[in-house]
């Protein structure tokens, strides 16, 4: 039988995928061959590296990520609460679910015309981070909640489960990977609406912002600079709470051995 071929470390592969895509961009400026239009990686990088050395780059970027985060939070909170209300109560799915409907179905820059009539501009971008976010986690949570395996409820009413246990032991073991690939999918999701939120409404000291004022005075390649700050910070974020999420899982995992050893 013939060996397989050993699989490239994640690092190379990593290193080896963005090689290729900064390739295709350098390939594709070139032949355009207008810096106003498509800007090389080089030409980037320099102008990333001069945003780097100004207070007001960390100034902007540190708002932004307050205020997205801040959004996102509450939506994860507010989603987990109503996906759990309408996973067990048929009254409450009846009622929120004709909303949740809407906010999916409805524009993003519906909502941020909206928004920009019912409060402060600089609350806008967390408002929308929060109203993009929260129907995929509500969502998400729901389904978990409705997929729990019969049988194991039906174990746990023979054996006298208490509800802190079905609670901890069958519940949040179900609704786990649900929720953690909603957070993971509402990550990306978070920051384009709130940056294209802080885009249309202004909001000071904001990636938005430096966004709309590249496009104003056609400083394209300043353009691409803080889109890549975007890219960047986003994996930055969802790289450190997927990590958080594993960790968590790996401790329980060490907890609930622990406690089977004792028994033994």
């Known amino acids: 039988m013939k060996k397989r071929a050993k699989a490239l470390p994640a690092p190379l592969r990593f290193l080896l995928v963005f090689a290729f895509w900064v390739g295709v961009w ?15 990686p080089p030409v980037v ?4 590296i001069g945003l780097l050395k100004t207070s007001d780059f960390y100034l902007s ?5 307050l205020r997205i985060t801040a959004g ?5 909170l507010l989603g ?15 009622l929120l679910s004709p909303l949740f409907s809407v906010i999916k179905a409805t524009p993003v820059a519906s909502f941020i015309i909206l928004a920009l009539v019912w409060i402060n501009k600089e609350l806008i971008p967390v408002f929308i981070s929060a109203l993009m976010v929260l129907p995929v986690i509500h969502g998400n949570v729901r389904e978990g909640i409705k997929s729990t395996d019969k049988e194991l409820l039906e174990m746990a009413r023979i054996f006298g489960f208490s509800k802190k246990q079905k609670l901890t032991r069958i519940y949040l073991p179900s609704v786990a990977p649900y929720l953690t690939a909603g957070v993971k999918t509402c990550l990306g999701l978070a920051w384009k609406a709130g940056v294209a939120s802080e885009v249309l409404c202004f909001a000071a000291y904001s990636i938005g912002n430096k966004l709309y004022q590249s ?38 995992r060490y907890d609930n051995s622990k406690k089977t050893e004792k028994v033994v």
């Open 215 to 252: 496009k104003v005075y056609l400083e394209t390649a300043d353009m691409f600079a803080w889109t890549v700050t975007v890219i960047v910070i986003s994996v930055i974020i969802e790289k450190l709470l997927m990590s958080l999420v594993v960790g968590n899982r790996s401790r329980k």
């Open 45 to 48: 990088t320099v102008h990333l």
């Open 26 to 40: 350098w390939i594709i400026s070139a032949i355009v061959g207008k810096e106003v239009l498509i800007p090389s």
């Open 80 to 94: 987990v609460i109503t996906g759990v209300l309408c996973a067990v109560s048929k009254t409450a799915d009846a």
């Open 61 to 65: 970027v540190g708002m932004s990520v």
């Open 72 to 76: 996102f939070a509450a939506a994860v």
